[in-house]
């Protein structure tokens, strides 16, 4: 029997459609995520080698919600977005700061918390102030790769601050902590984390900086939009079902979603 070629065409088309489907839904039965280990207390690994943090419980809970199996690992930093671009990963929950300059390389969910930027220096620091001209002279530290190194390029080194970048956040407060830096920028709430512990005996809190108040979102490939979409959903339901109110208080003692 003959058939034409628009029907051709389209049950072609339609065959292409359904394998993707198919496709989704196997790749969708486990998840493959990135999370970095080196940022607590968000994500970090333990003498053991197992990841820990608010982030590896937010994913667990997801894939629990959106039921499918996770399978969560490390990745460096500077790595993550070309790991997770070259597919070694389906998405990173890794506490990244959704900008614009990353929204061309990968696709973004809603937020999962918000944060602001602080600024930290030694007890023994006569600085009293996080603003740009009170750190001229000085030198402050900040992982590479971050909004908060972006903020200390564009505003401290400008200010005529010295600015060093480091591959962690730990080795950046590690020389605040051995005398070799004036101050960190960073996470707020990394930094509250670090200073309820290692940090108590050494440093203060200078101050939030203004304006860095920041959304933080799962990053997937920038085809992936039904994944991310996916991910938006149990993003909703987990708040609304108290599953991250959980979570949340587990780490923090306020809440770090932040108001829409």
């Known amino acids: 029997m003959q058939i034409s070629w628009k029907f051709a065409c389209a049950a072609s088309l339609a065959a292409l459609l359904s394998a993707a489907g198919g496709a989704w839904a196997q790749d969708a039965a486990k998840l493959k995520i990135a999370t970095e280990g080196a940022y607590p207390p968000f994500n970090s690994l333990t003498a053991d080698g197992k990841l820990i943090g608010f982030d590896v419980d937010i994913a667990n809970a997801l894939c629990t919600q959106m039921k499918v199996e996770c399978e969560i690992a490390a990745q460096d930093w500077d790595g993550i977005?070309?790991?997770?671009?070259?597919?070694?990963?389906?998405?990173?929950?890794?506490?990244?700061?959704?900008?614009?300059?990353?929204?061309?390389?990968?696709?973004?969910?809603?937020?999962?918390?918000?944060?602001?930027?602080?600024?930290?220096?030694?007890?023994?620091?006569?600085?009293?102030?996080?603003?740009?001209?009170?750190?001229?002279?000085?030198?402050?530290g900040a992982q590479a790769s971050t909004t908060q190194s972006i903020y200390a390029e564009d505003h401290y080194a400008k200010a005529g601050a010295e600015v060093k970048l480091y591959p962690t956040q730990d080795e950046a407060v590690a020389d605040l902590t051995n005398g070799r830096l004036d101050a960190v920028v960073a996470d707020k709430f990394v930094l509250v984390d670090w200073m309820k512990t290692t940090g108590q005996d050494c440093c203060k809190m200078i101050g939030d900086l203004k304006g860095t108040e920041s959304e933080t979102g799962i990053a997937v490939n920038l085809e992936n939009a039904a994944l991310r979409d996916k991910l938006n959903a149990a993003i909703d339901a987990i708040v609304k079902d108290g599953t991250y109110a959980k979570i949340n208080a587990k780490y923090f003692d306020f809440d770090i979603y932040g108001a829409d």
């Open 81 to 140: 977005i070309p790991a997770l671009q070259g597919k070694k990963f389906d998405a990173v929950v890794a506490s990244m700061t959704i900008t614009e300059e990353r929204k061309k390389q990968v696709l973004f969910t809603d937020k999962y918390y918000t944060t602001p930027l602080a600024l930290i220096a030694a007890k023994t620091s006569e600085l009293t102030s996080p603003e740009p001209d009170a750190l001229k002279g000085k030198t402050v």
